[in-house]
């Protein structure tokens, strides 16, 4: 039996949450990963696979949208850092294993880039919240990105037309902000996203 245990950041003081016992399951392999037929999607967290959904209409539009914003300015700067969106793996721990695929990631380091995936932490990313996956996205990762060394991690969530910001360098966590709002991308000095361009778009 495995005692489980998560850094609840909402939680006073940031205490840890001990979680029941759990029965030890069998880690999946990096293997067994790479043998996924193409159109299964799947993460990996401490070598527990966990399939996921086909994204709606509404979250590939924010997703495509947001990835053009970051490219364009990233592309104006001409230095080595490279804006890719899912599916594309990040592969954060080898034993246990821990792959997952952001929906949004900037790599600032090109020795992380293999080809396949990113070995290591992005520098940024976004994860944009489908109604079955929230938890996912607000404790789970955020817990993983953190502890992993992600500079910055954002939380689109379209349903409540809300961005949580997380700037962990500066130990910056869950600031909010509306889709009405020009939200500062923390890594660049001069990088700000307007979602009121967003929120046209999806209404539109």
Known sequence: ????????????????????PQPQQRLTTIEEY????NDIRAEIFDGQIQYMASPSQLHQTILLELSSMLNSY???RKGSCKVLPAPFDVKLNDVPLTIVQPDIIIVCDKDKLDGKRCNGAPDFIIEIVSPGNASDDYIKKLYYYKNYGVREYWI??????????????EDIVSIPYTFGSTVKVNIYEDLY??????EQLINS
Request: proline share 6%; glycine share 0%; aromatic share 8%.
């Open 1 to 20: 039996m495995a005692l489980i245990i998560i850094s609840c950041l909402s939680c006073p003081n940031r205490k840890e949450v001990f979680l029941l």
């Open 34 to 37: 790479e043998a996924l037929p």
């Open 74 to 76: 990233v592309k104006e």
């Open 156 to 169: 689109v969530d379209p349903n409540r037309r809300t961005i949580s910001v997380n700037y962990f360098e």
């Open 193 to 198: 996203i307007d979602f009121k361009e967003i």
